[in-house]
């Protein structure tokens, strides 16, 4: 069984992906670290990121096995991610691990922009998570301060609707909702709400 959650920026779609794998005891791959990754190691080298054939060249050589966490959190990698992300090459790059990742046996819980659009089109369930970009906003500073950046919140809140509109409006494999997708929206629900409904949806599909 695989499980496909794309969603914008900061929706909750890693918690509620990490909760569902480790409940159903399936493995999860945030696919928003590739991009970190490849974004990071084009800042580390001074690399422009709005450059297509190195930005290729550095996901061709990741791997995505040994990803490491290291600074891949921090807002200005999130940032970088979008710009990385929007080459075609670099998707091409990386949608090998994926799709071998989501084809275990067994199945996978799998985060994204484009897993239930490109990299797991069959997949049995297909959430879109969601919430407005002031929650949203909220929720990315208080990580961020967790992690010890400050940033103030109309910061926060441009950076993710320019992400938001970046992620969107690219060509290559842009964030939408999947036709057959269900749509959770969380500006209203804790993280305990949107996984009761989300488990819910997985165990409707698939009998589980
Ligand atoms: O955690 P957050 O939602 O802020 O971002 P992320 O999931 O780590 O993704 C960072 C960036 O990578 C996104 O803004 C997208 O541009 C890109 N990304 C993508 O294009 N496709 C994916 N499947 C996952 C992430």
Do not use: C, W
């Not at 992906?17 to 991009?35: K, M, N, S, V």
């Not at 949608?95 to 985060?111: C, E, K, M, N």
Request: proline share 6%.
């Amino acid at each position: 069984m695989i499980i496909a959650i794309d969603g914008p920026a900061a929706s909750g779609k890693g918690t509620l992906a990490r909760r569902l794998a480790a409940h159903l005891g399936r493995p999860h791959l945030d696919t928003g670290l590739l991009y970190r990754a490849v974004a990071r190691a084009m800042l580390d080298r001074g690399e422009p990121l709005e450059n297509p054939g190195r930005a290729t060249a550095v996901a061709a050589a990741l791997d995505p096995d040994h990803l490491g966490e290291t600074r891949l959190r921090d807002r200005e990698v999130g940032e970088a991610a979008s710009v990385v992300s929007a080459h075609p090459g670099v998707r091409d790059a990386l949608l090998a691990f994926q799709i071998r990742f989501a084809s275990r046996p067994g199945g996978a819980v799998l985060d994204g922009r484009d897993i239930g659009t490109v990299v797991a089109p069959n997949a049995q369930v297909k959430l879109y998570v969601t919430a407005s970009p002031e929650e949203r906003a909220r929720r990315r500073l208080r990580e961020l301060a967790a992690a010890g950046e400050a940033p103030a919140y109309e910061t926060v809140l441009a950076d993710l609707r320019q992400r938001d509109d970046r992620d969107a409006g690219r060509a290559a494999a842009p964030l939408r909702v999947a036709p057959d997708a269900i749509v959770i929206d969380t500006t209203e629900l804790g993280p305990d709400e949107a996984f009761a409904q989300a488990l819910a949806i997985v165990t409707d599909r698939v009998g589980a």
